[in-house]
T-cell receptor, first 114, second 114 residues
Framework: AQKVTQAQTEISVVEKEDVTLDCVYE???????LFWYKQPPSGELVFLIR??????QNEISGRYSWNFQKSTSSFNFTITASQVVDSAVYFC???????????FGKGTRLSVIA | EPEVTQTPSHQVTQMGQEVILRCVPI?????FYWYRQILGQKVEFLVS????????KSEIFDDQFSVERPDGSNFTLKIRSTKLEDSAMYFC????????????FGDGTRLSIL
């Protein structure tokens, strides 16, 4: 069975601080895909990144970066120099090969205080 | 940028009534999904749909639920006899080729059962 654990329920940081959101996953598949989605207060789900299990290269996109480590089954997300607009719930998700549904973690609520 | 659109944004319905939630997936996408998020909880998979039939469904998707693609653009979720516990945000998503491409989500329909 697939499982995603986001141990941090809520994080609060002061603007311009760096913050890392943790994601640990469980799967028996050798091919799988990891995702991060952002859910701002308005409620929509915004796709941030997709990573396949064969690509452990870290990725940076502006202030966002992702650290994928298969050895620890983790796919952590770091926001550098956080801003108030980063305040949202962030979900990590996992899917297996083929047309399998996304399995979401419980989310981490990030509050960035000015 | 093309997006998934959902209507209505908020639906209030009396318990026992039927409700239809509507979605227009991205036009060149082939896979369609419904997910549910009870307030404050994680996003849960309901059903996936491909080639005019259900590909996979979760335990939540029982006989009171049905999906349909009535024409070339719309994708609907029907709940036949709503219960209080059906109150949630319902998200439609679509993806190219298969679920291992990023699923793009609509803004959701907030369903409130009275």
């Amino acid at each position: 069975a697939q499982k995603v654990t986001q141990a941090q329920t809520e994080i609060s940081v002061v603007e311009k601080e760096d913050v890392t959101l943790d994601c640990v996953y469980e799967t028996r598949d050798t091919t799988y895909y990891l995702f991060w989605y952002k859910q701002p207060p308005s409620g929509e789900l915004v796709f941030l990144i997709r990573r396949n299990s064969f690509d452990e290269q870290n990725e940076i996109s502006g202030r966002y970066s992702w650290n994928f480590q298969k050895s620890t089954s983790s796919f952590n997300f770091t926001i550098t120099a956080s801003q108030v607009v980063d305040s949202a719930v962030y979900f990590c998700a996992l899917s297996g090969p083929g047309n399998t549904p996304l399995v979401f973690g419980k989310g981490t609520r990030l509050s960035v205080i000015a | 940028e093309p997006e998934v659109t959902q209507t209505p944004s908020h639906q209030v319905t009396q318990m026992g009534q039927e409700v239809i939630l509507r979605c227009v997936p991205i036009s060149n996408h082939l896979y369609f999904y419904w997910y549910r998020q009870i307030l404050g909880q994680k996003v849960e998979f309901l059903v996936s749909f491909y080639n005019n039939e259900i590909s996979e469904k979760s335990e939540i998707f029982d006989d009171q639920f049905s999906v349909e693609r009535p024409d070339g653009s719309n994708f609907t979720l029907k709940i036949r006899s709503t219960k209080l516990e059906d109150s949630a945000m319902y998200f439609c998503a679509s993806s190219e080729y298969d679920s291992n491409q990023p699923q793009h989500f609509g803004d959701g329909t907030r369903l409130s059962i009275l």
